[in-house]
């Protein structure tokens, strides 16, 4: 791996809204220091942006695999793209 700054944006299926999705994701991006965005989608998926370190970036992907103690993750769709320079990590 490589400090070099990566984007990753992420689709999440499964029991993932309204089990404090977002607001877990959030505060772990947070706590790696990475910058970006997850929000709700209309079809009951989550989104998520991820913009850092490529070590931080693999670890939120991790962690959406698994996600918060009463979801389930069904699959996690990821695709690499351009870094944005993003800064800081919001909820939409």
């Excluded at 029991?15 to 706590?31: I, K, N």
């Excluded at 939120?60 to 699959?75: E, F, I, K, T």
């Amino acid at each position: 791996m490589t400090d070099d700054i990566v984007r990753a944006r992420t689709i999440i299926s499964g029991r993932v809204q309204g089990v404090y999705f977002r607001q877990s994701t959030a505060f772990q991006a947070r706590a790696a220091g990475v910058a970006g965005w997850v929000r709700n989608l209309e079809d009951g998926d989550v989104e998520a942006a991820f913009e850092g370190s490529h070590a931080a970036v693999d670890s939120m992907l991790r962690y959406m695999a698994v996600g918060p103690q009463h979801a389930r993750v069904d699959a996690v769709e990821t695709v690499w793209e351009p870094t944005a320079g993003e800064f800081g990590f919001s909820i939409r």
